[in-house]
C-alpha cells in the first residue's frame, strides 16, 4: 500500500497541562524546529490556551487543534464546548474519544460517535482514538475491539467525510505509561483499521486515511514506529510538552 496517498501528521495531545504564557514559550521553542516538516503537525490543547497558541503558532507550520468537544450545537451543557464555538475561533482539528475520556468521563462509542458527527458538521477534522485495554490484549480480542470502536464511531459518516477523518490508534496500556507498542503490534491493528474502513467505505478511502499510532511514542522510538507501511505519523502525549522531542518525532515522520 503507497504511503504517499496519505499524509503523515504529527499531533500533540497536551491533556490538561500549560498555562497560556507557558503554552506561548514551548511554541516559540518548537517553531524553528519544525518549520519545513514534509508532514502535518498539530498541537491539542486545553480549550484555555487555544487562543495563546494559535497566536504564537500564527505564520508557522503548526496548526492548533481542541482536545474534545460536545455533540450539541449550544445549550444547557456545564463546562462543555460545541463545535461551531471551536469553529468560530479558527480551530481545525480536535480529538475525539479519547481513552482518557472514555475511561474517566464515561465516553461510549456512541456518545464518540456523536462528537464526531458534530464536528464534521461543523468543519472540523477529527483525530478519532481507538485501543484496546491491556486485558482485552491479553484476552486476544484487540482486534475485534479496534474493529468496533471503529465502526460505531464512524456512523453515518460518508465517504466524503473520511477526509476529514484521522484515526489515532492508541493502545490504552500504552498511553503515559513509557510502555510502547513494538512496531509490528502498531502496524497489525493499523492494518485492521485500514481494513475495516476498506470494508465500510472502498480501497481508495482506505487508502488515503490518516492512521497514526499514538502511545509512548517518544524521541527515541518514533522513527521505527512511523517508518512502518500503516503508521501514518502519531498522537503524541508527554513528548509533545517538550520542544526539542517533538521536534525530533516531527522530522522522523519527515523523511
Ligand atoms: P503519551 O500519550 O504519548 O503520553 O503516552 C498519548 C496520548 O494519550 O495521546
Not at 44 to 61: E, M, T
Not at 98 to 112: A, I, L
Not at 194 to 220: C, F, H, P, W
Amino acid at each position: 500500500m503507497d504511503k504517499s496517498l496519505r499524509k503523515a501528521v504529527i499531533a500533540g495531545n497536551w491533556k490538561m497541562n500549560k498555562t497560556p504564557d507557558e503554552a506561548k514559550a514551548i511554541i516559540e521553542a518548537m517553531k524553528p524546529l519544525v518549520a519545513g516538516a514534509d508532514c502535518d503537525v498539530v498541537l491539542c490543547v486545553p480549550y484555555v490556551d487555544i487562543f495563546a497558541a494559535q497566536q504564537a503558532a500564527a505564520g508557522s507550520n503548526i496548526q492548533i487543534g481542541a482536545e474534545n468537544c460536545h455533540w450539541a450545537e449550544s445549550g444547557a451543557f456545564t463546562g462543555e464546548v460545541s463545535a461551531p464555538m471551536l469553529k468560530a475561533i479558527g480551530v481545525q482539528y480536535v480529538i475525539i474519544g479519547h481513552s482518557e475520556r472514555r475511561q474517566y468521563f464515561g465516553e461510549t462509542d456512541e456518545t464518540v460517535n456523536k462528537r464526531v458527527r458534530a464536528a464534521l458538521d461543523s468543519g472540523l477534522t477529527v483525530i478519532l482514538c481507538v485501543g484496546e485495554l491491556l486485558d482485552q490484549r491479553k484476552k486476544g480480542i484487540t482486534m475485534e475491539v479496534v474493529r468496533s470502536q471503529v465502526k460505531v464511531a464512524l456512523g453515518g459518516v460518508s465517504a466524503d467525510e473520511m477526509k476529514q477523518i484521522i484515526i489515532a490508534y492508541e493502545p490504552v496500556w500504552a498511553i503515559g505509561t513509557g510502555e510502547t507498542a513494538t512496531a509490528e503490534q502498531a502496524n497489525e491493528v493499523n492494518h485492521a483499521i485500514r481494513e475495516v474502513i476498506g470494508e465500510l467505505y472502498n480501497a481508495d478511502v482506505a487508502a488515503a486515511t490518516t492512521i497514526q499510532y499514538g502511545g509512548s511514542m517518544n524521541a527515541k522510538n518514533a522513527a521505527e514506529l512511523v517508518a512502518q507501511v500503516d503508521v501514518d505519523g502519531g498522537l503524541i502525549g508527554g513528548a509533545s510538552l517538550k520542544a526539542e522531542d517533538f521536534s525530533v518525532i516531527v522530522k522522523a515522520a519527515s523523511v
